[in-house]
């Protein structure tokens, strides 16, 4: 089975607070994205990867940058976390470039800031 | 560029009802079609898709869509609730030309009474 891994499930950070969110995928998928989740919004992209070292902003990426140095990590780094970035945050990874693949999440990391 | 509107952000329907999500996308061309399912605390997992090919598909769980290009339409039905169906459910299209970009609606919350 596919496993999209987030290391951290729960986080609370204060603002101006450097934030890293880990996320690692073990079956070789070249894509991966991480969206933000919000009550009534749905999920929006922030940034995504189609490989190592490529990066794309996504709907939503102020106040966010990404890093993908291995094929298998995708970080999600805020530089200096906000109150307004309290959220669920959701990795996920496919491995079609044509947009028919299906995406695999990891279970979602909630972020507080204080 | 494209959109989904997922009709109703709350459904409740009574164990063993008829379960109806809507799902309505706006694209000038017909995108790949997706629905996704979200247990508390959990990240998505696909419960079905369109690409190509038969327009009614099934998923895991008992559940099907049906893609109406008419009506630029993608609800997804299920005969007879189940109370483990009690989740949040988000509709998703992704375009053909292969830009890694999945558009999700804002979901709608199912809840199945006893």
């Known amino acids: 089975d596919v496993k999209v891994t987030q290391s951290s499930r729960y986080l609370v950070k204060r603002t101006g607070e450097k934030v890293f969110l880990e996320c690692v995928q073990d079956?070789?998928?070249?894509?991966m994205f991480w969206y933000r989740q919000d009550p009534g919004l749905g999920l929006r992209l922030i940034y995504f990867s189609y490989d190592v070292k490529m990066k794309e902003k996504g709907d939503i990426p102020e106040g966010y940058s990404v890093s993908r140095e291995k094929k298998e990590r995708f970080s999600l780094i805020l530089e200096s976390a906000s109150t307004n970035q309290t959220s669920m945050y959701l990795c996920a990874s496919s491995t079609s470039g044509t947009g028919a693949g299906e995406l695999f999440f990891g279970e979602g990391s909630r972020l507080t800031v204080l | 560029a494209q959109s989904v509107t997922q009709l109703g952000s709350h459904v409740s329907v009574s164990e063993g009802a008829l379960v109806l999500l809507r799902c309505n996308y706006s694209s000038s061309v017909p995108p790949y079609l997706f629905w996704y399912v979200q247990y508390p605390n959990q990240g998505l997992q696909l419960l079905l898709k369109?690409?190509?090919?038969?327009?009614l598909v099934k998923g895991i769980n008992g559940f099907e869509a049906e893609f109406k290009k008419s009506e630029t339409s993608f609800h997804l039905t299920k005969p007879s609730a189940h109370m483990s169906d009690a989740a949040e459910y988000f509709c998703?299209?992704?375009?053909?030309?292969?830009?890694?970009?999945?558009?999700f609606g804002t979901g709608t919350r199912l809840k199945v009474l006893a």
């Open positions: 998703a299209v992704s375009d053909t030309s292969g830009t890694y970009k999945y558009i």
């Open positions: 079956m070789d998928h070249e894509n």
């Open positions: 369109y690409t190509t090919g038969a327009t």
